[in-house]
C-alpha cells in the first residue's frame, strides 16, 4: 500500500506549503490524474504538452512539479518519484535548471513567451526539461501565438504543462494539441483525513469541531482547508474565521428590514468586505438549502448544523431558494457596481419586501405571507342606496329603489297593510329607474330608442333599424327582428348593447332576439303582439326617422346607407 503520509517540508511555517504533496501516492482526492500521468512516465508514455484545469488548490501546479520529479528522478518506482534524490530535492526547493515555472498572469507578453521558448531548446542536467505555466489563458493573442509555433514542433526533450481555471479562454489551436486533464474539487471526507493526517504530523492540537469548520471552509480545495486550519488555529476561534449571520437569518424571518441593514452595517464595521460577506453569505444559505433537500450532502456538523437546520425550518424552502438565488445577482451586479455594499443592501431589503421584487417568486412569497398571516380581502361594501326621488305631480310616495344585489336576488312580497307575507312566493325585482320608479315598456322603449341605440356602434344602429320593442317582462325584453341572418348577426353587437343598456337603465335588463318574418318588407302585415305587461301595436316597430327603409339582412342595411333612395330591381 503506497505511503500517504503528508511530507513536511523543514522551514516552512504554513500547513499548506509544509505538506504541500511531494509524490503521486500523496496526491489526494485526484485518483484519475495520477492514473493517467503515473502510467504515463512508467510506460515511458509522455505527452510533450499537457492541459491541467480545475478549481483553484485542487492540485493542478503540485500534480505539475510532481510530473518533473517522475520524470527526472533517479531512483523512481512504478513511476512516481522517491522525493529523496538530489533532482526531487531541488525541485521541491525551485532551485532545479529542470523546471521553469511562469506565471502567466503577470508574464504575459509575446516577448516574456520568447524568451521562454528560445531557452527551451538549450540543454539540462537532468533528462527532461519541463515548462510549466500557470493560468495560461491570460496570455495575450501574441502570446499565445508565440507559444503555438513551440507547442507544433516542440524539442524532444521538452515538455509543457499548461494550468489553468478557465479552460475555455484557452484558444481552442492550443486545447488540441494538449492532452487536456481536468482537476475535481476534493470532497469532505477525503479533506477531513488530509486533515487528520497533518494533524498527527504536525503534532497539532486541534479538536473535531475545529477539523470540522476547516473542512467547511475549505469548499474542496485542499489549499483552503489547510489555510483554514491554519487560521483557527492562530486565532483559536471558529467564530472569529467567518462572519456571524445569524443577525441576518432573524432579520429575514422577521420581515424587518432595518434589523437586516443594521446586522449587515455591523458586519461591514467588522472589515468584512462586501463580496466576501456575499460569498459567505450564499455559502450558509446553501447548507440550509442542502439540510432541507439532502441532508447527507451537506457539510455542516455538530451545532453549527443543528443552527442551520433550525433556520431552514423558519424560513422554508421556497423562501429559501428566494434568498440564494437573489444574493447571487447581487453578487453578479457587485462586480461592476462602483458601491458594492450597496447591491447587498439592496438585495436584503428585496428579500424582506417582496412587494418591491417583481419576480414571480417574490409574489408567490407574497401570497403564501398573506395565508400564513390569515389575512383576508377586506368585506365588500355596498353601493350607497341612492335617495328616492318623488316623481313630479305623484302625491304618494313610491316604494324605495333595489340595490344592484337586490336586483339579482330574490324579494319576497310585501304586503301594505303588514309585514312580509312568508307564504308568497319570490319574486325577481324590476330594474328602477332614475326616478326610482320600476321600469314601464312605454318608458323603456322610448329610451332604448332616444337614447341607448344612439351610444352603439355604427353596425348595431343599421341592425337595429329593422327591428322591434315588442314587450317587457320583468327583466327580459323582448327585440324581434325580420329574419334570422339579422338574429345570429347580434352576437357581433351584444358587447356594446349591454354596455350601452347598462349606461342607460342602471342594471343588467336581459334582451331576448325573436324572428318575426312580418316585419319583412315582402312578409305579410305585422299583427299586434301581446304580453304579460303590455302590447305594442304593430305600427310602433323601432324607427330612428320615419323615412327608414326595412330591409332584411345586414348587408342590405349597408347597401341602404350606401345608395339612399335606391329601389332593387327585381
Known amino acids: 500500500m503506497a505511503d500517504t503520509t503528508p511530507t513536511s517540508i523543514d522551514g516552512v511555517t504554513s500547513l499548506y506549503r509544509r505538506f504541500r504533496p511531494g509524490r503521486f501516492a500523496e496526491l489526494r482526492g485526484q485518483d484519475h490524474v495520477v492514473r493517467a500521468l503515473q502510467g504515463a512516465v512508467k510506460n515511458d508514455r509522455v505527452s510533450h504538452a499537457y492541459l491541467f484545469s480545475g478549481p483553484r488548490g485542487t492540485g493542478?501546479?503540485?500534480?505539475?512539479r510532481i510530473l518533473a520529479k517522475a520524470l527526472n528522478c533517479e531512483n523512481a518506482v512504478e513511476g512516481d518519484a522517491c522525493n529523496t534524490c538530489a533532482s526531487c530535492v531541488a525541485i521541491t526547493k525551485g532551485s532545479s535548471l529542470d523546471v521553469i515555472e511562469l506565471d502567466a498572469?503577470?508574464?504575459?507578453?509575446?516577448d516574456d513567451i520568447r524568451e521562454i521558448t528560445a531557452g527551451a531548446w538549450h540543454g539540462t542536467p537532468g533528462s527532461w526539461k519541463v515548462y510549466i505555466f500557470d493560468e495560461v489563458h491570460q496570455l495575450s493573442k501574441a502570446a499565445s501565438a508565440a507559444l503555438l509555433k513551440t507547442l507544433e514542433e516542440p524539442p524532444a526533450h521538452v515538455i509543457f504543462v499548461l494550468a489553468t481555471t478557465d479552460p475555455h479562454k484557452v484558444p481552442p489551436t492550443i486545447r488540441s494539441r494538449t492532452q487536456h486533464l481536468e482537476f475535481r474539487l476534493i470532497g469532505g471526507e477525503?479533506?477531513?483525513s488530509l486533515l487528520h493526517d497533518v494533524q498527527g504530523a504536525a503534532g497539532l492540537t486541534v479538536d473535531e469541531a475545529?477539523?470540522?469548520?476547516?473542512?467547511?471552509?475549505?469548499?474542496?480545495?485542499?489549499?483552503?482547508?489547510?489555510?483554514?486550519?491554519?487560521?483557527?488555529?492562530?486565532?483559536?476561534?471558529?467564530?472569529?474565521?467567518?462572519?456571524?449571520?445569524?443577525?441576518?437569518?432573524?432579520?429575514?424571518?422577521?420581515?424587518?428590514?432595518?434589523?437586516?441593514?443594521?446586522?449587515?452595517?455591523?458586519?461591514?464595521?467588522?472589515?468584512?468586505?462586501?463580496?466576501?460577506?456575499?460569498?459567505?453569505?450564499?455559502?450558509?444559505?446553501?447548507?440550509?438549502?442542502?439540510?432541507?433537500?439532502?441532508?447527507?450532502?451537506?457539510?455542516?456538523?455538530?451545532?453549527?448544523r443543528d443552527r442551520l437546520v433550525a433556520w431552514g425550518s423558519e424560513l422554508g424552502l421556497p423562501r429559501t431558494v428566494r434568498i440564494l438565488e437573489t444574493v447571487g445577482r447581487a453578487m453578479r451586479e457587485m462586480k461592476s457596481a462602483p458601491e458594492k455594499i450597496v447591491m447587498l443592501e439592496v438585495a436584503l431589503v428585496r428579500l424582506v419586501r417582496p412587494e418591491l421584487d417583481a419576480t414571480l417568486e417574490a409574489l408567490d412569497e407574497r401570497m403564501t405571507r398573506l395565508e400564513r398571516d390569515g389575512l383576508r380581502s377586506p368585506p365588500l361594501v355596498s353601493a350607497p342606496t341612492p335617495a328616492v326621488l318623488r316623481p313630479i305631480g305623484s302625491t304618494t310616495s313610491t316604494p324605495a329603489p333595489t340595490t344592484m344585489k337586490g336586483a339579482l336576488e330574490p324579494?319576497?312580497?310585501?304586503?301594505?297593510?303588514?309585514?312580509?307575507?312568508v307564504e308568497a312566493r319570490p319574486v325577481t325585482p324590476a330594474l328602477t329607474t332614475e326616478r326610482g320608479a320600476g321600469l314601464d315598456f312605454e318608458d323603456v322603449r322610448e329610451r332604448f330608442v332616444q337614447h341607448v341605440v344612439p351610444r352603439t356602434s355604427r353596425a348595431a344602429q343599421l341592425l337595429l333599424k329593422a327591428a322591434s320593442v315588442?314587450?317587457?317582462?320583468?327583466?327580459?325584453?323582448?327585440?324581434?327582428?325580420?329574419?334570422?341572418?339579422?338574429?345570429?348577426?347580434t352576437a357581433l353587437i351584444a358587447q356594446g348593447l349591454r354596455s350601452a343598456m347598462e349606461h342607460e337603465f342602471k342594471g343588467p335588463l336581459q334582451i331576448v332576439w325573436t324572428v318575426d318574418l312580418a316585419l319583412s318588407s315582402d312578409g305579410p302585415a305585422p299583427a299586434p303582439a301581446t304580453s304579460r305587461r303590455a302590447s305594442v301595436p304593430p305600427e310602433e316597430t323601432y324607427s330612428p326617422d320615419e323615412s327608414s327603409i326595412v330591409v332584411q339582412s345586414a348587408a342590405g342595411h349597408l347597401i341602404t346607407e350606401a345608395f339612399p333612395g335606391a329601389k332593387e330591381i327585381p
Open 411 to 421: 324579494a319576497t312580497e310585501v304586503t301594505p297593510d303588514g309585514p312580509p307575507d
Open 105 to 110: 498572469a503577470s508574464n504575459n507578453g509575446v
Open 210 to 304: 475545529t477539523i470540522d469548520a476547516a473542512v467547511r471552509l475549505g469548499r474542496g480545495s485542499a489549499r483552503d482547508a489547510l489555510s483554514a486550519l491554519d487560521q483557527l488555529i492562530a486565532t483559536g476561534s471558529i467564530a472569529e474565521a467567518q462572519p456571524e449571520f445569524d443577525g441576518l437569518f432573524q432579520a429575514l424571518v422577521q420581515a424587518d428590514a432595518a434589523k437586516a441593514l443594521k446586522s449587515l452595517a455591523v458586519l461591514s464595521r467588522e472589515g468584512w468586505d462586501p463580496e466576501q460577506l456575499a460569498e459567505s453569505f450564499a455559502a450558509e444559505v446553501r447548507q440550509v438549502f442542502l439540510l432541507q433537500v439532502a441532508p447527507e450532502v451537506a457539510d455542516a456538523v455538530d451545532a453549527d
Open 60 to 64: 493542478k501546479t503540485t500534480a505539475a
Open 190 to 192: 477525503t479533506l477531513s
Open 470 to 489: 315588442r314587450a317587457l317582462d320583468g327583466q327580459r325584453l323582448t327585440i324581434a327582428l325580420p329574419s334570422e341572418e339579422m338574429r345570429q348577426n
